[in-house]
T-cell receptor, first 112, second 111 residues
Framework: QKEVEQNSGPLSVPEGAIASLNCTYSDRGSQSFFWYRQYSGKSPELIMS????GDKEDGRFTAQLNKASQYVSLLIRDSQPSDSATYLC????????????FGTGTQLKVEL | NAGVTQTPKFQVLKTGQSMTLQCAQDMNHNSMYWYRQDPGMGLRLIYY???????DKGEVPNGYNVSRLNKREFSLRLESAAPSQTSVYFC??????????FGDGTRLSIL
């Protein structure tokens, strides 16, 4: 079982819709959770971090964390074509210091 | 505000050649990391350095060596390149209680 799992997609949503990206993780001791966006041929760019249960909002992005169920999600409201990218979920592991374990990413396509 | 700088951006090697990938950060971060990214495999940690003077193996260290030259610089060396090491290599740095920040990557092809 992979430590961090994401649906590879592609996830296609129409422009203006809400895109919902999900991630599950196996280490119950994980403390920090991150969403990175990666455009094709570019490096990962941090868009959200979340450390406690609940929702965290930043502009059109909302990260949701449920440690009991071991999942973290990212909602993108009013999706734009410029949101089309691969979204990587990353999790720190218990006892691993600051090391991150990445999922393989979900490809999002926002269609006009 | 360069952040994390990687050199070179592109490189083509022949099997058996050696080379060093350079990484430097100007954010005074303690921790630095080397990842490789392959299609369908996500980002995999090769080596990391939690602080100046220390290095540790990650998930896929075989065939690589690293040097934490000082707080700013963390290099990755391929002693005898193999086609399986064709990949995109990313360096990242991280401060205390902060997320990781990535460089632009090095695209390496080994023929």
């Amino acid at each position: 079982q992979k430590e961090v799992e994401q649906n590879s997609g592609p996830l296609s949503v129409p422009e203006g819709a809400i895109a919902s990206l999900n991630c599950t993780y196996s280490d119950r001791g994980s403390q920090s959770f991150f969403w990175y966006r990666q455009y094709s041929g570019k490096s990962p760019e941090l868009i959200m971090s979340i450390y406690s249960n609940g929702d965290k909002e930043d502009g059109r992005f909302t990260a949701q964390l449920n440690k009991a169920s071991q999942y973290v999600s990212l909602l993108i409201r009013d999706s734009q074509p410029s949101d089309s990218a691969t979204y990587l979920c990353a999790v720190t592991s218990q006892g691993g210091g600051n090391k991150l374990t990445f999922g393989t990413g979900t490809q999002l396509k926002v269609e006009l | 505000n360069a952040g994390v700088t990687q050199t070179p951006k592109f490189q083509v090697l022949k099997t058996g050649q050696s080379m060093t990938l350079q990484c430097a950060q100007d954010m005074n971060h303690n921790s630095m990391y080397w990842y490789r990214q392959d299609p369908g495999m996500g980002l995999r940690l090769i080596y990391y350095s939690a602080s100046e003077g220390t290095t540790d193996k990650g998930e896929v260290p075989n065939g690589y060596n690293v040097s934490r030259l000082n707080k700013r610089e963390f290099s990755l060396r391929l002693e005898s390149a193999a086609p399986s090491q064709t990949s995109v290599y990313f360096c990242a740095s991280q401060g205390s209680n902060q997320p990781q920040h990535f460089g632009d990557g090095t695209r390496l092809s080994i023929l």
